[in-house]
């Protein structure tokens, strides 16, 4: 299930493409379509030169020598990608970008990421990348044959609404770059938000799609019960109810709602809400 209004978004793209799997017997010029799909998740929606394309790996996938994992593979480790998103971006950036590019969705958590600078410091980039691409996360969702794809914004890919919302903080768009046209440049856009477990608004993309930066916001608190951290409020918009979730006149009306949801409940809002069918259109804090 995904969440909507997919144009409201910018995720539209997203849901009416579906997963690129490579079958036995494509023909060359399908492979080449695959090919062009890694490099454009992999490499966040870069343009690749011809001189910085992979021939090699690119031979040895249209020979049926390799898999699409094991080309995705042969990308995340190439110079290429290390130069554009590891060499020269701070730690943490690097890591949420590899979560983007190789898993489709945002860290869960503060200890996700940290076991990612673990692996850093301890056996190096080469064993990172192959820790998102061995786990059974990626074998799951993408198998052998799979290109990966944005999927953060999808019920069946996140834990929690906080989680959701990062990753709009990622991708806005599906011409969303991850090195062109984002106001945050190459700063972490997530670290203190993963941190403090702290939604952020999810609100319209740009015209362009890639303008989109996270906004400084100081949510409305409530005071006494509940009153600091736990009491910032967040108005959830949602769309799609059916009406026998709601009042029963028709099982073919829908019905929006607008909800204000302390930041102690968000999880426990999107729950309820997925179970009764509804897809938030829009998060932001109350001013």
Same mark, same amino acid.
């Given at each position: 299930m995904a969440f909507g209004s997919a144009s409201r978004l910018g995720v539209a793209l997203f849901e009416d493409t579906d997963p690129i799997e490579l079958w036995p017997g494509r023909s060359e010029e399908e492979v080449e379509t695959i090919i062009r799909a890694v490099y454009r998740q992999v490499l966040g929606n870069a343009y690749v030169l011809e001189s910085e394309r992979l021939t090699v790996p690119e031979s040895q996938l249209k020979r049926g020598e390799i898999s699409v994992r094991e080309f995705v593979r042969q990308v995340a480790k190439s110079e290429l990608y290390r130069s554009r998103f590891f060499d020269s971006s701070p730690r943490y950036r690097a890591i949420e970008l590899n979560f983007r590019h190789l898993l489709g969705r945002a860290p869960l958590d503060l200890e996700e990421t940290r076991a990612h600078s673990t692996i850093l410091d301890t056996k190096g980039f080469e064993a990172?990348?192959? #820790?998102?691409?061995? &786990? $059974?996360?990626? =074998?799951?969702?993408?198998?052998?044959?799979?290109? /990966?794809?944005?999927?953060g914004y999808k019920t069946e890919a996140i834990q929690s609404l906080v989680q959701f919302t990062h990753l709009f903080q990622l991708v806005r768009g599906a011409s969303s770059s991850s090195?062109?046209? $984002?106001? @945050? !440049?190459? =700063? /972490?856009?997530?670290? #203190?938000?993963?941190? =403090?477990?702290? /939604?952020? /608004?999810?609100? &319209? %993309? @740009? #015209? &362009?799609? @890639?303008?989109f930066r996270n906004p400084?916001?100081? %949510?409305?608190?409530? =005071? !006494?019960?509940? @009153? !600091? $951290? $736990?009491?910032?409020v967040y108005r959830v918009e949602v769309t799609g109810y059916k009406a026998n979730a709601v009042n029963r006149i028709s099982k073919f009306r829908r019905s929006n709602q607008v909800l204000f949801v302390p930041y102690n409940q968000l999880s426990e809002e999107y729950q309820r809400i997925h179970k009764q069918g509804g897809l938030i259109a829009s998060i932001t804090p109350v001013n």
């Open positions: 990172d990348i192959d #820790s998102y691409i061995n &786990s $059974d996360e990626y =074998q799951e969702i993408f198998g052998e044959n799979t290109v /990966p794809y944005i999927r090195l062109k046209g $984002d106001l @945050a !440049g190459k =700063q /972490p856009k997530l670290n #203190s938000l993963v941190i =403090q477990g702290t /939604p952020t /608004p999810v609100v &319209s %993309p @740009a #015209s &362009s799609g @890639a303008t400084t916001f100081t %949510p409305r608190t409530r =005071q !006494g019960v509940g @009153a !600091g $951290d $736990d009491g910032k």
